[in-house]
C-alpha cells in the first residue's frame, strides 16, 4: 500500500499488487485503489493496467473517492476513456461511494507530465490537482497553456463541481530550469 485516505466511515488505499489478489469481489494485479469500511472490510475495488502510475488518493465527506496518477496511451476507467495528448498524461478521477464512476479528466502536453498532489474542498465544492509538465505548452482541460519558466512547469488546477462532471475553476502555472521537487 502506497497512499491512504480517510473519512470518518472509510478508508481508501492505493497500492499495487505483484501477482493478482481479490479485494472487494474484484480481482486487482498492478495498480490498484480499493474503498474499505472501518473494520478493515472491502467495500469495492478497481485495478489499473501497467501503463498507469498512481500517486495521490482522497476521500470527501460523502464519501466519494478521488485518484489521479500518469497514464500512457488510453485509459478505460470501465466505459470513460481517456487519451493522452502524448507521452504520459495526468489524470483525475472520482468514484461514487459504490464504486462507479462519477467523472473523469485528463490533462497533459506532448512530453512526459506527472500529477503529484490531490485535495479536496468541499467547503467551495472543489478539487485541487497539482503536477508537473516538460514542456512549455500544457493542455490542463481548458486549452492549450503556456507555461512559466520552460523547460519545466509545475501546474495547479481547481476543479469545480458541476452536474455530472467537473470544470476548471481557475489553472495557475508556474516553473524553472530545474524540474520541482515534491
Known amino acids: 500500500v502506497n497512499h491512504v485516505a480517510t473519512n470518518a466511515t472509510r478508508i481508501l488505499v492505493e497500492g499495487s499488487a505483484g501477482g493478482s ?18 473494520a478493515g ?26 485518484v489521479t ?17 502524448g507521452g504520459n498524461d495526468e489524470f483525475v478521477v472520482s468514484y461514487a461511494p459504490g464504486g462507479a464512476v462519477r467523472w473523469a479528466r485528463s490533462c497533459g502536453s506532448t512530453s512526459n507530465d506527472d500529477g503529484g498532489v490531490l485535495a479536496i474542498d468541499e467547503a467551495r465544492g472543489r478539487v485541487y490537482v497539482a503536477g508537473q509538465s516538460g514542456l512549455t505548452d500544457i493542455d490542463l482541460g481548458g486549452g492549450v497553456r503556456p507555461a512559466f519558466g520552460a523547460p519545466y512547469s509545475g501546474f495547479i488546477v481547481a476543479l469545480e463541481s458541476t452536474p455530472g462532471a467537473y470544470d476548471d475553476a481557475w489553472v495557475s502555472t508556474l516553473g524553472g530550469s530545474m524540474p520541482l521537487v515534491r
Open 21 to 38: 489478489a481479490t479485494i472487494g469481489g474484484a480481482t486487482v494485479s498492478g495498480p490498484f485503489v480499493a474503498l474499505l469500511d472501518t
Open 41 to 66: 472490510s472491502a467495500l469495492w475495488s478497481v485495478s489499473y493496467g501497467p501503463s498507469v502510475g498512481l500517486v495521490a488518493v482522497a476521500l470527501d465527506g460523502s464519501g466519494n473517492a478521488y
Open 69 to 85: 496518477g500518469r497514464f500512457d496511451s488510453v485509459l478505460d476507467l470501465g466505459g470513460t476513456v481517456l487519451t493522452t495528448v
